[in-house]
């Protein structure tokens, strides 16, 4: 017997369970950066690392992209997205032997002004245009389920990527393309669907993904995370959560660690920070407020446990935020 209720069934267990959903909140914790851009050859563009994850998308030509590691490089073309975790530097080329600029050093890339007429994806007008998306989370750690991603996810135009992607892929260029008002409002909200749609393809691939993965299809660990996510307020031990998973406190333990690579109340501090630091800078709510939320009963013991997650103080974090 693996300790659980015979009763429950695993699609209702995973019900208000939404762990992508839960990622693509953790990544906004962090300020959203879009880039486009019409190269001709010879181009090569050197990306640092951020964290957490990131998209780049081929409009138009196509593109080597060039792993952090030994690994081979990866023909992109057009249509194709390719979802790369940001834990280490990577490269975007022309051609897999062209030297590489660092990305911010634009006067050292050869890109086309944007033309303002929309020409820029028109074929006559040849090269290559890249739409490159993430979040700088500044130090604050991704979710957990973003450990369980390859270095590189991608989602090839000519096999089909699911029409959500293109969609998105398609609104995007259209945004990029055009200027229009309300470009600054609109592109933040597509980058949180691609980065979202491109997870869940990467998700649903019921051949490619583990850990995290794995857990939110194990119905008592899954239990454990939506009790988690519904009440981050409440007094969490390990033994509430092993109840509220129909295991025994020792099993519970295990197979929590073992599926997500951290102890239960080790992801339960990360996802009350998570919720502290998206209120810290979406409200104006008082730290107090803000602690009683995330389950600290005084206003210095919350700000000391997100110094030790974050690396800085609530009101500096928010801050920043605003600077």
């Given at each position: 017997?693996?300790?659980?209720?015979p009763?429950?069934?695993?699609?209702?267990?995973?019900?208000?369970?939404d762990?992508?959903g839960?990622a693509i909140t953790?990544?906004?914790?962090?300020?959203?950066?879009?880039a486009?851009?019409?190269?001709h050859p010879?181009w090569?563009?050197?990306?640092?690392?951020?964290?957490?994850?990131?998209?780049?998308?081929?409009?138009?030509?196509?593109?080597?992209l060039?792993?952090?590691?030994?690994?081979?490089?990866?023909?992109?073309?057009?249509?194709?997205?390719?979802?790369v975790?940001?834990?280490a530097?990577?490269?975007?080329?022309?051609?897999?032997?062209?030297p590489?600029?660092?990305?911010n050093?634009?006067e050292?890339?050869?890109?086309?002004?944007?033309?303002?007429?929309?020409?820029?994806?028109?074929?006559?007008?040849?090269?290559?245009?890249?739409?490159?998306?993430?979040?700088?989370?500044?130090?604050?750690?991704?979710?957990?389920?973003?450990?369980?991603?390859p270095d590189?996810?991608?989602?090839p135009?000519r096999v089909g990527?699911?029409?959500?992607?293109?969609?998105?892929?398609?609104?995007?260029?259209?945004?990029m393309?055009?200027?229009?008002?309300?470009?600054?409002?609109?592109?933040?909200?597509?980058?949180?669907?691609?980065?979202?749609?491109?997870?869940?393809?990467?998700?649903?691939?019921?051949?490619?993904p583990t850990?995290?993965?794995?857990a939110?299809?194990d119905?008592?660990?899954?239990a454990?995370?939506?009790?988690?996510?519904?009440?981050?307020?409440?007094?969490?031990?390990?033994?509430?959560?092993?109840?509220?998973?129909?295991?025994?406190?020792?099993?519970f333990?295990?197979?929590?660690?073992?599926?997500?690579?951290q102890?239960?109340?080790?992801?339960?501090t990360?996802?009350?920070m998570?919720?502290?630091?998206?209120?810290?800078r979406?409200?104006?709510?008082?730290?107090?407020?803000?602690?009683?939320?995330?389950?600290?009963?005084?206003?210095f013991a919350?700000?000391?446990a997100?110094k030790?997650?974050?690396g800085v103080?609530?009101?500096r974090?928010?801050?920043?935020?605003?600077?």
């Amino acid at each position: 017997m693996n300790g659980l209720d015979p009763h429950i069934d695993v699609q209702s267990s995973l019900t208000g369970l939404d762990l992508v959903g839960d990622a693509i909140t953790a990544m906004r914790i962090g300020e959203p950066q879009l880039a486009r851009a019409l190269l001709h050859p010879p181009w090569g563009l050197r990306f640092p690392a951020l964290g957490g994850a990131g998209v780049q998308v081929i409009l138009k030509g196509k593109a080597w992209l060039l792993p952090p590691g030994d690994d081979d490089p990866l023909l992109l073309e057009a249509g194709d997205v390719a979802l790369v975790r940001r834990r280490a530097p990577y490269g975007l080329a022309d051609d897999p032997g062209t030297p590489l600029w660092d990305a911010n050093l634009a006067e050292h890339v050869p890109a086309d002004h944007w033309p303002p007429d929309g020409s820029a994806l028109d074929a006559a007008t040849g090269g290559t245009v890249l739409i490159g998306g993430t979040y700088d989370l500044s130090g604050a750690r991704p979710h957990p389920l973003l450990d369980s991603l390859p270095d590189i996810v991608h989602l090839p135009a000519r096999v089909g990527a699911g029409s959500d992607v293109r969609t998105v892929v398609d609104l995007l260029g259209a945004e990029m393309d055009r200027d229009l008002p309300g470009m600054s409002a609109a592109m933040p909200a597509l980058l949180d669907l691609l980065l979202l749609y491109a997870l869940r393809a990467w998700f649903e691939d019921r051949a490619a993904p583990t850990g995290w993965a794995q857990a939110i299809r194990d119905p008592a660990i899954s239990a454990a995370l939506r009790s988690i996510q519904q009440a981050p307020e409440r007094t969490w031990t390990v033994e509430s959560l092993a109840r509220a998973s129909h295991l025994s406190r020792a099993a519970f333990a295990r197979r929590f660690a073992a599926l997500t690579g951290q102890p239960p109340l080790t992801y339960l501090t990360w996802w009350r920070m998570t919720i502290a630091a998206r209120s810290l800078r979406s409200t104006d709510a008082p730290l107090q407020e803000i602690a009683a939320q995330v389950g600290y009963s005084t206003e210095f013991a919350f700000s000391k446990a997100f110094k030790r997650e974050l690396g800085v103080a609530p009101s500096r974090f928010r801050a920043r935020g605003r600077a």
